[in-house]
């Protein structure tokens, strides 16, 4: 079965810090995508960054990145100059190539401390 | 920049009733997404709809539930019976284009709340 891991029900960072949050999966699949989207108390889901699986290069957009290591079915987002901003529920997910299915990770609350 | 809407936000409805969730998505936008998430926790995914047909569901999406794209604009969520486990955040999604590159846009959600 496919499912998607997030072992960190919350995390705390210093403003101005660096926090890397966790996701594993587990597939047998070898081409899809991997999303992280943010949850702010809004509710709304926001993507914050996609990585595909047959690309070797982390992806980054800013101040986020993504450590993936596809044999080790891992892929964590690393958020650098925490920002107040940043204070939200994180969700990693994972869609195979070729299908419409979505399947979310439990979560991470991830709080900024000032 | 564009954005998925969703109507109402929040809906009240006794156990047994019909509901309507409504969405519109992305213009342009041709894969369309229904996700319920229960408070605190996971992100469930229920159906997806493509081409003006179902292409997936999950198991939660039983035969209460069904959706629709009426007017190529809107997309609809229907609710036949409400139960008080149908009490959830309800998230519509779309992409643009071919489903292996794009990634989804989410709506702000609707609270259905089921008494």
């Known amino acids: 079965a496919q499912t998607v891991t997030q072992s960190q029900p919350e995390m705390s960072v210093q403003e101005a810090e660096t926090v890397t949050l966790s996701c594993t999966y587990d597939?047998?699949?070898?081409?899809?995508?991997l999303f992280w989207y943010k949850q702010p108390p809004s509710r709304q889901m926001i993507l914050v960054i996609r990585q595909e699986a047959y690309k070797q290069q982390n992806a980054t957009e800013n101040r986020f990145s993504v450590n993936f290591q596809k044999a080790a079915k891992s892929f964590s987002l690393k958020i650098s100059d925490s920002q107040l901003g940043d204070a939200a529920m994180y969700f990693c997910?994972?869609?195979?190539?070729?299908?419409?299915?979505?399947?979310f990770g439990t979560g991470t609350r991830l709080k900024v401390l000032a | 920049e564009p954005e998925v809407t969703q109507t109402p936000s929040h809906q009240v409805t006794q156990m047994g009733q019909e509901v309507i969730l409504r969405c519109v998505p992305i213009s342009n936008h041709l894969y369309f997404y229904w996700y319920r998430q229960i408070l605190g926790q996971k992100v469930e995914f229920l159906v997806s709809f493509y081409n003006n047909e179902i292409s997936e569901k999950s198991e939660i999406f039983d035969d209460q539930f069904s959706v629709e794209r009426p007017d190529g604009s809107n997309f609809t969520l229907k609710i036949r019976s409400t139960k008080l486990e149908d009490s959830a955040m309800y998230f519509c999604?779309?992409?643009?284009?071919?489903?292996?590159?794009?990634?989804?846009?989410f709506g702000p959600g609707t609270r259905l709340t089921v008494l």
């Open positions: 999604a779309s992409i643009g284009g071919a489903g292996g590159t794009d990634t989804q846009y």
């Open positions: 997910a994972y869609r195979v190539s070729g299908t419409y299915k979505y399947i």
């Open positions: 597939t047998s699949e070898s081409d899809y995508y």
